[in-house]
Every structure is written in C-alpha cells, then in structure tokens.
C-alpha cells in the first residue's frame, strides 16, 4: 500500500477476465482500496489500458480481437485512442 501510493506511476499487469470469464476491468472496485486513483496503465493479456479522468482509454488491442469483443469482455466503457494500435507478442528466439 505505501509503495504503491508514494509512487510516481503505478502500471498493472494482469488477466483481463476472471478463470470464469467475467470482467476484471469494472466501472466501481467491490474490494477495499488501499491505493485509490494510482494506477495509470494497466496491461492485460487483451489490451493496454490507459486509466484516465474521463474512464479506461484502449492504447493497443489484441491482433484480431474486436474492439467490440474487447468491451464485451470489460465491465465499464472502453474509450479508443486514436492511434490505438494491434497488440503482439513479442517473438521468442
């Protein structure tokens, strides 16, 4: 908690759904917060997520993933950026 509230930036890496498939992206948080309004980027195995004022703002998008598929799989608005560009992973040697 006092890292993540004395940082500068705070990024998350984390699964975009649950093992059951509901969203973890949310318009209000049910857990108690121990760090509110630090989080400035988040990165999903989906998207790279930018938190903003005005909500979640898409920078980059899963390859062949629909921006329509990725708000069905999130549980607040998706906002997209105007460059938003395809996600890929990175190749392996």
Known sequence: MDLAVGAKTVWVTMAHTTRE???????RCSYPL???????????????VEVTP?????REILDGLSRDELQA??????????????LTAPKLD
Do not use: N, Q, S, W
Request: hydrophobic share 50%.
């Open 73 to 86: 799989k999130t549980g607040a608005p998706l906002a997209f950026a105007e460059d938003c560009g395809a």
């Open 34 to 48: 121990t760090a509110m309004g630090v989080v400035k980027r988040i990165y999903t195995d989906l998207a790279v």
């Open 21 to 27: 498939g509901e969203a973890r992206l949310v318009e």
């Open 54 to 58: 005005d909500g979640f703002l898409v």
